[in-house]
């Protein structure tokens, strides 16, 4: 089984940065696509990030492009997820998943194995 442990959430004002982590852990390195995911209460888990495991080719939601910048360690098998210029509507708990495979995607069905999550609070 792959597990998938984030970090980095906290309460940040708006213009400012976090950096988010996603470990896998129990040594399982799987060479395959991960995404950022994030959720508020009473709305559909919606797509934030993707990168493929050589990171060659990411993506972006048009809501975050521009001030999140997707990343990843093979040695540490981490990616990351700076976020900068946050606003209060990135508000929200970040979640990490990894496909099987190794082919970037932004629909959450796509997606094998997640994380818990990591709470993001922006305030104004």
């Known amino acids: 089984q792959v597990q998938l442990v984030e970090s980095g959430g906290g309460l940040v004002q708006a213009g400012g940065s976090l950096r988010l982590s996603c470990a896998a852990s129990?040594?399982?390195?799987?060479?395959?696509?991960r995404g950022w995911f994030r959720q508020t209460p009473g709305k559909e888990r919606e797509f934030v990030a993707a990168?493929?495991?050589?990171?060659?080719?990411?993506a972006y939601s048009d809501s975050v492009k521009g001030r999140f910048i997707i990343s990843r360690d093979n040695a540490k098998n981490t990616v990351y997820l700076q976020m900068n210029s946050l606003k209060p509507e990135d508000t929200a708990v970040y979640t990490c998943?990894?496909?099987?495979?190794?082919?970037?995607?932004?629909?959450?069905?796509?997606?094998?194995?997640w994380g818990q999550g990591t709470q993001v609070t922006v305030s104004s």
């Open positions: 990168i493929d495991w050589n990171g060659d080719n990411s």
């Open positions: 129990g040594g399982t390195f799987t060479n395959a696509a």
């Open positions: 998943a990894t496909r099987i495979l190794n082919i970037i995607a932004t629909r959450r069905q796509s997606y094998n194995y």
